[in-house]
């Protein structure tokens, strides 16, 4: 915000000789513009940090819904387990983030590659970090954790969750965001003095950084470990491992749909800035179309998984279209806000596509993700990372990113090619960097034999085996382990022929 001035000696001639000490009288009300103005700035930050916190709470809120999704996605014998680990997610990120994460990601200054300052928050607030931004950027990395928990469900061993999850949020996660968000990042937007291509890379909330990241490890994490038992038969053929929960899965979405406008909209990290003094259009009106775009992209993403799978399977299928749903908001992540709410549209439909045909491409492959959080989180976010490329809106770019203006904007909106080059950059070094550090470190776990749980205790389920009990009372279909000798059998009514009199 733009800070009120005065000049005591330019008013003091504008008081007139009438004045008994215009020199005094223009001091006096300088100082009293000064404290007015000061009053404003601090409103601003006020303002500003109150957003951020909210939408930081807003994010944080949707660890409860990857609890619940991925509750309901396993079966009742492992519920207790997969909850666990969401727990572990935020409470084992939240020490190492704060130790070196946020460090790594944006200790200023510091070199293209990775943050040099502010471990252990030290020397945190300052002008352009408060503890606020910590507990945003917090948030994320314990989302992208999250992911990849969902990937390696039902057969991980709990040790394996305690190492990969600190690894990925204290240092992984935090260098590709250093990368693509740090004003020091060699490829970020906000690096002005070296833009890659001349553009930098447009990852506004992190399709890439977030989601891709995420889902790369738990491709890695479910490529190592193998499928779970059943999950293809001697033939190969898919056997549905279905998740015991349709309610705790449509739970689970809506409150990740509810977290998802902190996580998008809040990317601003502030919402009081202008783009013309005086006018209704600002940053305010910025929040609110990238809250639409999210909307519209997960909105049309779930409809047409809806009527694909009608068509491919025959049936209404709520666990699918949930998923869609999420697919559309992972791939709109990326370029929210800065384009038209008609291409949020097109990205919630590609991306729809794109899930499907990788779920297809992960059942040929004999790919057993429980969660298909790899197919959705990496698949759709590489598509969300790609879109924002060819659809991004030059008026939005520049006011988003107004320290460079100018800059290319999407392929099919004149803008030329150059940040389409970005982004496949940005989609190739995430590929490269997460499988050099997070293949390495599950191939390490299952050489020690540290990351898979053994045969009979995959069978029993988690929750009797390691966790002391079950969730609940609960028999999964399908599922002997759990039931006991003798069995009670449901006998389905048959048709009779009535007799004849």
Known sequence: MASLSCSADDLAQLLGPNTTNPTAAAAYLCSQFSTISD???DTAYAVDSTYLLFSAYLVFSMQLGFAMLCAGSVRAKNTMNIMLTNVLDAAAGGLFYYLFGFAFAFGTPSNGFIGRHFF?????????????????????????????????????????????????????????SHWFWST????????????????????????????????????????????????????????ALRGHSASLVVLGTFLLWFGWYGFNPGSFTKILHHYSSGS???????????????????????????????????HWNVTDVCNGLLGGFAAITAGCSVVEPWAAIICGFVAAVVLISCNRLAEKLKFDDPLEAAQLHGGCGAWGI?????????????????????????????????????????????????SATM????????????????AEDEMAGMDMTRHGGFAYIYHDDNDDSQKPGIQLRKIEPRATTPTSV
Do not use: C
């Open 39 to 41: 009053k404003f700035t």
């Open 120 to 176: 252990g928050l030290k020397d945190v607030p300052t002008q352009s970090y408060d503890y606020s931004s910590f507990l945003y950027q917090w948030a994320f990395a314990i989302a992208a954790a999250g992911i990849t928990s969902g990937s390696i469900a039902e057969r991980t061993q709990f040790v394996a969750y305690l190492i990969y999850s600190s690894f990925l949020t204290g240092f992984v996660y935090p260098v590709v």
């Open 184 to 239: 020091d990042g060699w490829a970020s937007a906000f690096n002005t003095d070296n833009l890659l291509f001349g553009s930098g890379v447009i990852d506004f909330a992190g399709s890439g950084v977030v989601h891709m990241v995420g889902g790369m490890a738990g491709l890695w994490g479910a490529l190592i470990e193998g499928p779970r038992i059943g999950r293809f038969d001697h033939s190969g053929r898919s056997v």
């Open 280 to 314: 209704y259009y600002g940053q305010w009106s910025a929040v609110g179309r990238t809250a639409v775009t999210t909307t519209l992209a997960g909105s049309t993403a779930a409809l047409t998984t809806l009527f694909s799978k009608r068509i491919l399977s025959g």
């Open 386 to 434: 790609i879109f924002t490329a060819l659809f991004a809106n030059e008026k939005y770019v520049n006011e988003v990113y107004p320290d460079k203006p100018g800059r290319p904007y999407g392929l099919f909106m004149g803008g030329g090619g150059k940040l389409l080059a970005a982004h496949v950059i940005q989609i190739l070094v995430i590929v490269g960097w997460v």
């Open 439 to 454: 293949g390495p470190l599950f191939y390490a776990l299952h050489k020690l034999k540290l990351l898979r749980i053994s």
